[in-house]
């Protein structure tokens, strides 16, 4: 199966300080890159994704950028608030899709 | 449709009895699979389905999972003698894909807590 890890596992910013996850896979025929969003006792969500075709995608204050060549992918955050202290899963999917190992962040007040 | 709908979304039961969990999908999804959770880890792949076929388990899944998904529409999930160890939230997900470029979002069920005391 996919090798799917992700660094860091935890990161502390202040708020409205910039977040950066960075997410990196072995499955070569991956072409859908979604980042899901955990919050405690929920279920995971969407918040942003990207396909192969394309190298960078933005919605508001959250962007995605993507390096096939290299095979990661990485999660940016930017002007961070409370709200967005969760656990962030990527998951490269292919013929199927696997979880990363996850990144707790603490947004500190 | 109301997205993805697991059953039931508790479940506590003695360690050494069977338990099955239902998951719905969204309709039009081709695709469905199951996670194992636990506190303060990410979803830990169990198996998913194409349509009815189950095209891959987790080497991780012992003989006591079994998982099926008979018209391709919703699935079962069921742990027999169950024990200790297994205590955690089982997510469903469904997603389309072909493998190709129509991959999409999956989404999730609320999950089905199971305690085994």
């Known amino acids: 199966g996919e090798n799917v890890e992700q660094h860091p596992s935890t990161l502390s910013v202040q708020e409205g300080d910039s977040a950066v996850i960075k997410c990196t896979y072995s499955?070569?025929?991956?072409?859908?890159f979604p980042w899901y969003k955990q919050e405690l006792g929920k279920r995971p969500q969407l918040i942003i994704d990207i396909r192969s075709n394309v190298g960078e995608k933005k919605d508001q204050r959250i962007a995605v950028t993507l390096n096939k060549t290299a095979k990661h992918f990485s999660l940016h955050i930017t002007e961070t608030q409370p709200e967005d202290s969760a656990v962030y899963f990527c998951a490269p999917t292919g013929n199927q899709f696997y979880f990363g190992t996850g990144t707790s962040l603490t947004v500190i007040p | 449709d109301t997205g993805v709908s697991q059953d039931p979304r508790h479940k506590i039961t003695k360690r050494g009895q069977n338990v099955t969990f239902r998951c719905d999908p969204i309709s039009e999804h081709n695709r469905l699979y199951w996670y194992r959770q636990t506190l303060g880890q990410g979803p830990e792949f169990l198996t998913y389905?194409?349509?009815?076929?189950?095209?891959?388990k987790s080497r991780l899944l012992s003989d006591r999972f079994s998982a099926e998904r008979p018209k391709g529409s919703f699935s079962t999930l069921e742990i027999q003698r169950t024990e200790q160890g297994d205590s955690a939230m089982y997510l469903c997900?469904?997603?389309f894909g072909t493998g190709g470029r129509m991959n999409t979002e999956a989404f999730f069920g609320q999950g089905t807590r199971l305690t085994v005391v």
């Open positions: 389905f194409q349509n009815e076929a189950q095209l891959e």
């Open positions: 997900a469904s997603s």
């Open positions: 499955d070569s025929a991956s072409n859908y």
